[in-house]
């Protein structure tokens, strides 16, 4: 008597993506890499479990409690646009992760991509690239 059993089976509903890229089996955003290192180190650097912030969500960890501080002061200015997610892929109007290898800050604001071609894309034409991505952020996430 299977044969009447579909009509009783909802059609399933895509959730929307969360607000800060963590992987699918994470809640640390940036891969465990430190936001503030980006500004204040010039680089990618790893954070250390040992500090650790919780901000959107999410864990965010830091290589040093000065780091963690000072993003638990302003985590806006530190955390990376359209929530790590990459800034090509949300100008394009969809979803990708970003790679924190593959960043660039502009004008005070940190920015992520998925991989060397893409941001070398993104590159061509930044401000244009930004222009589009904000105004598709953050309705990307549902789509």
Same mark, same amino acid.
């Given at each position: ?51 650790? #912030? +919780?901000?959107?969500?999410? #864990?965010? &960890?830091?290589?040093?409690?000065? #780091? &963690? ?21 949300? =100008?394009? %109007? ?20 998925? +991989? =060397? ?7 061509? +034409?930044?401000? %244009? ?12 996430? %549902?789509?």
């Amino acid at each position: 008597m299977l044969l009447g059993a579909s009509a009783f089976v909802a059609p399933m509903a895509w959730a929307a993506l969360p607000a800060v890229y963590t992987g699918f089996f994470s809640q640390t955003a940036l891969g465990g890499y430190d936001p503030v290192a980006f500004f204040e180190m010039n680089k990618p650097v790893k954070g250390d479990a040992q500090f650790t #912030h +919780d901000y959107s969500g999410v #864990h965010w &960890r830091f290589v040093n409690a000065a #780091h &963690r501080e000072l993003f638990a002061a302003n985590p806006q200015a530190y955390a990376p646009q359209y929530g790590g997610y990459c800034a090509w892929a949300v =100008a394009e %109007g969809s979803t990708a992760s970003g790679d924190p290898m593959f960043w660039k800050i502009i004008d005070g604001k940190l920015y992520l991509n998925y +991989d =060397a071609e893409v941001q070398k894309r993104w590159e061509k +034409d930044i401000p %244009g690239f930004i222009a589009k991505a904000d105004k598709n952020w953050p309705s990307v996430l %549902g789509r």
